[in-house]
């Protein structure tokens, strides 16, 4: 069997662009899934808040027991049928997002369970709120342990984006698809897929690695 | 048990105090008062609500029971705590010392320090800092203003701790074993500021297990065990003629100790 990846030099243009919409998607479903990972979380701290607590605890539970792929289908083909007609962009951003923010509402749940009780207890006997306490004390304390399970976080993400391909969303697995519909160079193009992901997953590896050593640094990690 | 008469002048003023947790009851009926400038040390065994004591009054625990009237406010009625606003502003007066010193590790000194002012006295950052860098030089930690408490050795992070309740102005002090988690070698550096602030005036409740600061500093010694007050007095009292049997096998099994 002899390899061809002339379909991949004549293609790379296009397959950057769709590794570009790949980064779009995944930095936009990334903060969307930091924000409501972080409400959720705080939500699930405190059962005796039952109304705040049940509907995150409902949330993480509904989204982390179905597949992705059918959430996202949901959004993309079930959502017309009620006349909510979604671009497949903001479908694709919305699924991920969403689903991201289930797992990350669990990272911030253990992270702030973990950071000592007497810290709160300090931060409330000079009078702070729970709020103020909260803002101030645990969560830059909290950001720190978290930085290593989202990194894991951030790297299943870019890989899930994948399945936005079948949204019609041009990024890179939808690209490189387009390039093996006319080449039927398949090996080959999904092998560049395959890199292009690992650069992207690595790069975010090493940004992560570099602002936990920053942090050491400044001695937010002891 | 003992209990001291209601004093109008009293800035603590606790009456029937209970707190159990679970089926476990902690404080069961505690009767006290603190007037200002009174400086008073709570000791006995472990496990007899010395610190659940401390901590009620403060509103770090919730008494079930009886009641706590603190800086002018009514802390806790029968199981009904101050709301939480009132709270807040409540314990801005009433300073706390921990046993394990519970420094935020991710702020610096100073900023452990100014965190409380700026937050909640509405001081700029460089009008808490000058206050922090005072309250530094009190506490002799001067030359440790930027590092960051997990550089300090434990003393210092207590005396750390104890600037950082100062910087909210408070009217009581509340410690907490402050001396429970040193090095031996490092208890004394902490004592002496303790000694420096009462030497002040300031209202201070001592939990602790040092007998010596007890004899020297306290103006009353409580004596708690099964969570009672078994016994109160001067220090020259209870050291020398405790009227409690309890207190007489306490104090034998801790002085005999040092």
């Known amino acids: 069997m002899e390899l061809d990846f002339s379909p991949v030099w004549t293609g790379w243009t296009q397959l950057l662009e769709g590794a570009l919409i790949t980064v779009e998607i995944t930095s936009v479903s990334l903060l969307l899934g930091c924000a409501l990972g972080l409400l959720a979380g705080i939500g699930r701290l405190n059962p005796a808040r039952r109304l705040i607590y049940g509907v995150c605890t409902a949330y993480v539970a509904a989204v982390r027991g179905t597949p992705l792929l059918v959430q996202l289908f949901i959004l993309f083909f079930g959502l017309p049928q009620f006349g909510i007609l979604l671009p497949a962009f903001l479908c694709g951003v919305l699924g991920l997002g969403v689903y991201s923010g289930a797992y990350v509402s669990e990272i911030v749940r253990g992270a702030i369970q973990s950071i000592d009780r007497g810290q709160m207890e300090a931060a409330r006997s000079i009078g702070l709120s729970s709020s103020q306490a909260m803002q101030s004390v645990i969560l830059p304390q909290a950001v720190v342990r978290m930085i290593p399970p989202l990194g894991n976080e951030f790297i299943a993400l870019i890989k899930n984006s994948a399945l936005v391909s079948l949204l019609t969303i041009h990024d890179l697995m939808h690209e490189g698809q387009k390039i093996i519909s006319v080449s039927y160079r398949s090996l080959e193009v999904y092998l560049a897929i395959a890199v292009l992901y690992f650069v992207l997953t690595g790069i975010t590896t090493l940004a992560l690695r570099k602002l936990e050593r920053h942090l050491k640094a400044g001695g937010m990690v002891q | ?258």
Request: charged share 20%.
């Open chain 2, 1 to 258: 048990m003992t209990s001291t008469p209601a004093d109008s002048a009293a800035i603590i003023s606790i009456r029937g105090l209970r707190k159990s947790f679970g089926e476990h009851v902690v404080l069961n009926g505690i009767d006290f008062d603190v007037i200002p400038k009174q400086v008073i040390v709570v000791i006995g065994p472990s496990g007899s609500g010395k610190s659940t004591f401390l901590r009620c009054c403060n509103g770090l625990e919730q008494a079930e029971g009886g009641r706590v009237d603190i800086c002018g406010r009514t802390l806790v009625n029968e199981g009904c705590m101050l709301p939480d606003a009132d709270l807040n502003a409540l314990r801005e007066e009433v300073g706390m010392v921990f046993q394990s010193f519970n420094l935020f590790p991710h702020l610096s000194v100073r900023d452990n320090i100014t965190l409380g002012p700026r937050k909640l006295r509405g001081l700029s950052r460089a009008q808490a800092q000058i206050e922090a860098d005072v309250l530094l030089q009190k506490v002799g930690l001067t030359q440790k203003a930027d590092a960051m408490p997990a550089s300090l050795s434990g003393g210092q992070k207590q005396r750390v701790a104890i600037a950082r309740a100062l910087a909210m102005k408070p009217r009581v002090m509340l410690f907490d074993e402050p001396t429970s988690a040193l090095d031996p070698e490092l208890v004394g550096e902490v004592l002496q500021v303790m000694k420096l602030l009462a030497s002040e005036g300031m209202t201070m409740m001592v939990v602790t297990h040092e007998m010596d600061f007890a004899k020297e500093v306290a103006d009353v010694v409580v004596v708690m065990d099964g969570g009672i007050i078994i016994e109160a007095g001067p220090p020259e009292t209870i050291f020398t003629n405790p009227t409690q049997e309890r207190t007489r096998g306490f104090l034998q099994a801790v002085l005999s100790r040092t």
